[in-house]
């Protein structure tokens, strides 16, 4: 996470995941927080992994302090998301994981399914995963050899 005093989250989809993302850019914005918005544009087919990489480019550069990703299910952008090196994505449909993969995983990318939640449940997950910081600690060494996993 950067040191700016607001957070900034960067979302991308696939034309699945199209209407929640937009959903969520109004949420987000509605909660007084900045969004960069990685496409797609519409409902347009086209291939989550190019979005993946949009989306999650962001937080690697430090453009973003979180990335948010939508598809059909989530479960793609989120196997293409953690391929790239210092991209830890969890797919969340439960609060309560939304939450803890922030704590013990340090997760900087939510991957959701369009097609598996709500826009209600959405927003919930959205908000457990950016109000909730890592807790570091005997969870820092476990990422640590996550990351050493890359090499
Ligand atoms: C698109 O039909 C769908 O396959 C995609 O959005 C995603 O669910 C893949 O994991």
Same mark, same amino acid.
């Given at each position: 996470?950067?040191?700016?005093?607001?957070?900034?989250?960067?979302?991308? !989809?696939?034309?699945?995941?199209?209407?929640?993302?937009?959903?969520?850019?109004? %949420?987000?914005?509605?909660?007084?927080?900045?969004?960069?918005?990685?496409?797609? !544009?519409?409902?347009?087919? =086209?291939? %989550?992994?190019?979005? /993946?990489?949009?989306? =999650?480019?962001?937080?690697?550069?430090?453009?973003?302090?979180?990335?948010?990703? =939508?598809?059909?299910?989530?479960?793609?952008?989120?196997?293409?998301?953690?391929?790239?090196?210092?991209?830890?994505?969890?797919?969340?449909?439960?609060?309560? !994981?939304?939450?803890?993969?922030?704590?013990?995983?340090? /997760?900087?990318?939510? =991957?959701?399914? /369009?097609?598996?939640?709500?826009?209600?449940?959405?927003?919930?997950?959205?908000?457990?995963?950016?109000?909730?910081?890592?807790?570091?600690?005997?969870?820092?060494?476990?990422?640590?050899?996550?990351?050493?996993?890359?090499?």
């Amino acid at each position: 996470m950067t040191n700016r005093d607001n957070k900034i989250i960067a979302l991308a !989809s696939d034309h699945a995941g199209y209407p929640l993302k937009e959903a969520l850019i109004k %949420y987000l914005n509605s909660r007084g927080i900045d969004t960069i918005d990685c496409g797609t !544009s519409s409902t347009e087919s =086209c291939d %989550y992994p190019d979005f /993946a990489v949009s989306g =999650c480019c962001k937080v690697l550069d430090g453009e973003a302090d979180l990335t948010i990703l =939508c598809c059909g299910t989530g479960i793609g952008m989120s196997m293409a998301a953690n391929k790239l090196r210092g991209i830890r994505a969890a797919c969340c449909s439960d609060v309560f !994981s939304a939450k803890y993969t922030r704590l013990h995983n340090n /997760a900087n990318v939510l =991957c959701l399914g /369009a097609r598996v939640v709500g826009e209600g449940l959405a927003a919930e997950l959205v908000d457990a995963f950016i109000d909730t910081g890592f807790e570091g600690g005997k969870h820092q060494r476990r990422v640590d050899m996550i990351t050493a996993l890359e090499k």
